[in-house]
């Protein structure tokens, strides 16, 4: 590496980690909370679609998501059709599944 390089790469550092400790104080617990802050909406409807690969092919589950908070869920699977239907609850540190095949909770 050229001494240039390296000259650039001391200063960039140095002014990142300046700017970093130099936020007015604030701690690490205060950093973090205000990360979940920008990340964790109160209210969130999701609908999203996860690819599972087996060993002899791949599907695609697509599901819709009600969220509050980061204590209560809901989730509805879409599809495929072996799945569509079923459905989990989650409330606090329960979770409930149904499933319309077996028609029970």
Request: no cysteine; proline share 3%.
């Amino acid at each position: 590496m050229r001494k240039k390089e390296m000259l650039e790469r001391i200063i960039i550092s140095g002014l990142t980690l300046s700017f970093i400790f130099g936020q007015g104080g604030m701690t690490v617990g205060e950093i973090i909370q205000a990360m979940d802050n920008n990340l964790n909406a109160k209210n969130r409807v999701i609908t999203s679609k996860m690819v599972v690969h087996g060993r002899r092919s791949s599907r695609t589950i697509e599901s819709r998501n009600w969220v509050v908070g980061t204590d209560l869920a809901f989730t509805e699977y879409l599809s495929p059709p072996r799945e569509a239907g079923t459905k989990m609850l989650k409330l606090d540190d329960k979770l409930w599944t149904y499933s319309p095949q077996t028609d029970r909770v």
